[in-house]
Protein backbone atom coordinates (compact mmCIF):
# COMPACT_ATOMS: atom_id res chain seq x y z
CA UNK A 1 0.00 0.00 0.00
CA UNK A 2 1.26 3.59 -0.71
CA UNK A 3 -0.87 6.47 0.90
CA UNK A 4 -0.09 9.98 -0.97
CA UNK A 5 -1.38 13.44 -0.23
CA UNK A 6 -1.26 16.25 -2.30
CA UNK A 7 -0.54 19.96 -0.79
CA UNK A 8 0.04 23.12 -2.02
CA UNK A 9 -3.08 24.13 -4.28
CA UNK A 10 -5.10 27.43 -3.61
CA UNK A 11 -6.26 30.41 -4.99
CA UNK A 12 -3.30 32.42 -7.63
CA UNK A 13 -4.23 35.34 -10.27
CA UNK A 14 -3.40 34.38 -13.58
CA UNK A 15 0.27 34.74 -14.45
CA UNK A 16 1.15 33.75 -10.97
CA UNK A 17 3.45 30.82 -9.40
CA UNK A 18 2.06 28.08 -7.42
CA UNK A 19 4.41 24.62 -6.13
CA UNK A 20 2.26 21.73 -5.22
CA UNK A 21 3.69 18.97 -3.24
CA UNK A 22 3.16 14.83 -2.43
CA UNK A 23 3.84 13.54 0.09
CA UNK A 24 3.96 9.22 0.09
CA UNK A 25 3.81 7.19 2.85
CA UNK A 26 3.69 2.98 2.90
CA UNK A 27 6.70 2.59 0.61
CA UNK A 28 9.38 4.31 -0.77
CA UNK A 29 8.69 6.72 -4.07
CA UNK A 30 11.89 5.64 -5.87
CA UNK A 31 9.80 2.91 -6.80
CA UNK A 32 6.94 4.04 -8.97
CA UNK A 33 6.79 6.67 -11.66
CA UNK A 34 4.89 9.34 -10.43
CA UNK A 35 2.34 11.43 -12.34
CA UNK A 36 0.18 14.63 -11.93
CA UNK A 37 -3.41 14.62 -12.95
CA UNK A 38 -5.96 17.49 -13.38
CA UNK A 39 -9.50 17.61 -13.31
CA UNK A 40 -11.44 20.65 -14.43
CA UNK A 41 -15.13 21.54 -13.25
CA UNK A 42 -17.42 19.53 -15.88
CA UNK A 43 -14.43 17.37 -17.34
CA UNK A 44 -12.65 14.16 -17.72
CA UNK A 45 -9.58 13.79 -15.51
CA UNK A 46 -6.49 14.49 -17.88
CA UNK A 47 -2.37 13.93 -17.26
CA UNK A 48 -0.40 17.03 -16.97
CA UNK A 49 3.12 15.54 -16.08
CA UNK A 50 5.23 12.18 -15.10
CA UNK A 51 8.35 11.18 -13.79
CA UNK A 52 10.27 7.96 -13.60
CA UNK A 53 11.85 6.92 -10.53
CA UNK A 54 15.27 8.20 -11.04
CA UNK A 55 14.14 11.64 -12.56
CA UNK A 56 15.67 10.91 -16.07
CA UNK A 57 12.73 10.64 -18.16
CA UNK A 58 9.94 12.91 -18.07
CA UNK A 59 6.30 13.78 -19.41
CA UNK A 60 4.52 16.70 -19.76
CA UNK A 61 1.03 17.31 -21.51
CA UNK A 62 1.23 19.76 -24.54
CA UNK A 63 -0.43 22.62 -22.76
CA UNK A 64 1.70 22.77 -19.74
CA UNK A 65 5.07 22.36 -21.71
CA UNK A 66 7.80 25.24 -20.87
CA UNK A 67 5.20 26.55 -17.85
CA UNK A 68 5.03 23.33 -15.64
CA UNK A 69 8.13 21.43 -14.41
CA UNK A 70 7.87 18.05 -12.13
CA UNK A 71 10.50 17.01 -9.58
CA UNK A 72 10.92 14.24 -7.08
CA UNK A 73 13.53 13.64 -3.93
CA UNK A 74 13.29 10.15 -3.29
CA UNK A 75 14.75 10.48 -0.11
CA UNK A 76 12.27 12.37 1.45
CA UNK A 77 9.36 10.39 -0.58
CA UNK A 78 7.82 13.35 -1.98
CA UNK A 79 7.14 14.85 -5.62
CA UNK A 80 6.46 18.22 -6.65
CA UNK A 81 4.90 19.97 -9.80
CA UNK A 82 6.46 23.52 -9.94
CA UNK A 83 3.76 25.75 -12.01
CA UNK A 84 4.39 28.91 -13.43
CA UNK A 85 2.37 31.34 -15.58
CA UNK A 86 -0.98 30.07 -14.51
CA UNK A 87 -3.67 30.25 -16.53
CA UNK A 88 -7.46 30.41 -15.79
CA UNK A 89 -7.47 26.89 -17.73
CA UNK A 90 -5.41 25.54 -14.97
CA UNK A 91 -8.49 25.76 -12.50
CA UNK A 92 -8.90 22.05 -11.56
CA UNK A 93 -8.25 19.78 -8.96
CA UNK A 94 -4.78 17.78 -8.86
CA UNK A 95 -4.11 14.55 -7.95
CA UNK A 96 -1.04 13.00 -7.36
CA UNK A 97 -0.86 9.05 -8.32
CA UNK A 98 1.68 6.67 -8.54
CA UNK A 99 2.46 3.59 -11.00
CA UNK A 100 5.11 0.66 -11.35
CA UNK A 101 4.85 0.93 -15.54
CA UNK A 102 6.72 3.69 -16.99
CA UNK A 103 6.50 7.18 -18.11
CA UNK A 104 3.88 7.56 -20.57
CA UNK A 105 1.56 4.77 -18.83
CA UNK A 106 -1.82 6.18 -19.01
CA UNK A 107 -4.57 6.50 -16.19
CA UNK A 108 -5.91 3.09 -15.32
CA UNK A 109 -2.38 2.36 -15.17
CA UNK A 110 -2.04 4.41 -12.00
CA UNK A 111 -2.55 2.30 -8.83
CA UNK A 112 -2.59 4.59 -5.80
CA UNK A 113 -4.08 8.76 -5.68
CA UNK A 114 -3.97 11.22 -3.26
CA UNK A 115 -7.19 12.97 -2.27
CA UNK A 116 -6.21 15.77 -4.62
CA UNK A 117 -5.47 19.18 -3.66
CA UNK A 118 -7.74 22.56 -5.16
CA UNK A 119 -6.21 25.01 -7.67
CA UNK A 120 -8.14 28.04 -8.75
CA UNK A 121 -6.79 30.58 -11.30
CA UNK A 122 -8.53 33.70 -11.73
CA UNK A 123 -8.49 36.10 -14.43
Known amino acids: QVQLVESGGGLVQAGGSLRLSCAAS????????MGWFRQAPGKEREPVAA????????HYADSVKGRFTISRDNAKNTVHLQMNSLKPEDTGVYYC????????????????WGQGTQVTVSS
Open 97 to 112: AATRGVVGTSEVGYRY
Open 51 to 58: INWSGSST
Open 26 to 33: GRTVSDYT
